[in-house]
């Protein structure tokens, strides 16, 4: 059984450009929650997805972000005209429908900003 | 909004030495979390737990939920334990998006 996937692993976008970060979840999960790690600092939670909804995106720049999970499909975390405070690294999560808040996480994508 | 306090927030401590690190948080949970992040940043979870004690290993982690806290404990801690260890919360106490500690930099030295 597939753990949770990220790709691309790492990625190098110039200031302006879109960067588009992909999710996995692992077989049978139906949530997924999208975290950054700025650099020095914390995990924060940005969006907690279903399939084909978003359930919490309190935690999402108000804009040029925005997020997915279609019903077929990874999860996409889109950064549009992205600066270089977006460098950080993106963690996803994902965890089954019967809840309980069990939560098993990706590699990450390190995004860099040029 | 749940508040996640951990502490210490670096450690450094010999070989074989026991090391206790410890995580209170403000709002009542279903859960809290401990996770690891080695150097190379990859996210490990080691546990999460609602009440009582987990083992697994030479790591060990209690929560008291009336307290609203928790302490993860390694036992004769070996080098390849360095690594930053996290605490979270469900954010509002629920099924939601996780509230995490600062992390403790453990370092363990030969």
């Known amino acids: 059984n597939a753990g949770v996937m990220q790709n691309p692993r790492h990625l190098v976008r110039r200031r302006g450009q879109e960067a588009r970060l992909r999710c996995s979840p692992m077989k049978g999960h139906s949530h997924v929650y999208w975290y950054r790690q700025l650099p020095e600092e914390g995990l924060k939670f940005m969006v907690y997805l279903q399939k084909e909804n978003i359930i919490d995106e309190s935690g999402m720049p108000k804009e040029r972000f925005s997020a997915e999970f279609p019903k077929e499909g990874p999860s996409i975390l889109r950064i549009q005209q992205v600066v270089r405070g977006d460098s950080a690294a993106y963690f996803c999560?994902?965890?089954?429908?019967?809840?309980?808040?069990?939560?098993?996480f990706g590699p990450g994508t390190r995004l860099t900003v040029t | 909004k749940n508040e996640v306090e951990q502490s210490p927030q670096n450690l450094t401590a010999q070989e074989g030495e026991f090391i206790t690190i410890n995580c209170s948080y403000s709002v009542g949970i279903s859960a809290l979390h401990w996770l690891q992040q080695h150097p190379g940043g990859g996210i490990v979870s080691l546990f999460m737990?609602?009440?009582g004690k987990k083992k697994h290993g030479r790591l060990i982690a209690t929560i008291n939920i009336q307290e609203k806290h928790s302490s993860l404990h390694i036992t004769a801690s070996h080098p390849r334990d360095s690594a930053v260890y996290i605490c979270?919360?469900?954010?509002?106490?629920?099924?939601?998006?996780?509230?995490f500690g600062k992390g403790t930099h453990l370092i363990i030295q030969p």
């Open positions: 979270a919360a469900p954010g509002r106490g629920g099924a939601d998006g996780l509230t």
């Open positions: 737990l609602s009440s």
């Open positions: 999560a994902s965890s089954p429908p019967t809840g309980g808040n069990e939560q098993y």
